[in-house]
């Protein structure tokens, strides 16, 4: 499976974003899906996670009210919605397909990882 994420960008801080992750190919529909930050200097962290219909979904605490996950099986899509961008938002985002139906936080309960997309929040 490949996944290719895109959405990213330079905005301000106020801004927002929506992030897209596109799979190859199965699976996706059954999986649920993840995704993931990595900013310079720290270790990767998650962010957010979808199960594999779209019917629940889990935030990390800095997200949480600001960012959104959704996705659209017909189009084999994940997005990552991002409103009220902060400085601190800024990193490499990666989307990941998870080996399970639901959702998970931890990095080793996925699978396939696309190469991510950069996200740069001003002040």
């Known amino acids: 499976v490949q996944l290719q994420a895109s959405g990213g960008g330079l905005v301000q801080a106020g801004d927002s974003l929506r992030l897209s992750c596109a799979a190859s190919?199965?699976?996706?529909?059954?999986?649920?899906m993840g995704w993931f930050r990595q900013a310079p200097g720290k270790e990767r962290e998650f962010v957010a996670s979808?199960?594999?219909?779209?019917?629940?979904?889990l935030y990390s605490n800095s997200v949480k009210g600001r960012f959104t996950v959704s996705r659209d099986n017909a189009k084999n899509t994940v997005y990552l919605q991002m409103n009220s961008l902060k400085p601190e938002d800024t990193a490499v985002y990666y989307c990941?397909?998870?080996?399970?139906?639901?959702?998970?936080?931890?990095?080793?309960?996925?699978?396939?990882w696309g190469q991510g997309t950069q996200v740069t929040v001003s002040s």
């Open positions: 979808i199960s594999w219909n779209g019917g629940n979904a």
């Open positions: 990941a397909t998870s080996k399970f139906s639901r959702v998970a936080i931890s990095s080793d309960a996925y699978m396939y």
């Open positions: 190919r199965r699976p996706f529909s059954s999986n649920a």
